[in-house]
Nanobody, 117 residues
Framework: QVQLVESGGGLVQAGGSLRLSCAAS????????MGWYRQTPGKQRELVAN???????NYADSVEGRFTISRDNAKNIVTLQMNSLKPEDTGVYYC???????????WGQGTQVMVSS
């Protein structure tokens, strides 16, 4: 059993910042990928950013240069620092991890981010 606990969402004005964190616990052997996705009504869940063990980071074009993803491997925590937020960043943000040996994905419960104009 793997649990992902997210925190840090909320309401912010355009231009502001938020920091999302996700802590993974439970039957974790080795995590390959840790990342964040977001979903807005009527749209598919999309990758915001992820960080791959030993390989680096990936960002959606829309957040490149504004968001920074980082991970603490010792604590199994992934953090998304979101700066210069825009109204189009509004959505439910989901933490995701993918295990190294099984390839199984786990998802957090989602945290709401709302950016007002």
């Amino acid at each position: 059993q793997v649990q992902l606990v997210e925190s840090g969402g909320g309401l912010v004005q355009a231009g502001g910042s938020l920091r999302l964190s996700c802590a993974a616990s439970g039957s974790i052997s080795s995590i390959n990928v840790m990342g964040w996705y977001r979903q807005t009504p009527g749209k598919q869940r999309e990758l915001v950013a992820n960080i791959i063990s030993g390989s680096g980071t990936n960002y959606a074009d829309s957040v490149e240069g504004r968001f920074t993803i980082s991970r603490d491997n010792a604590k199994n925590i992934v953090t998304l620092q979101m700066n210069s937020l825009k109204p189009e960043d509004t959505g439910v943000y989901y933490c995701n991890i993918r295990m190294l040996f099984t390839g199984v994905n786990y998802w957090g419960q989602g945290t709401q981010v709302m950016v007002s104009s």
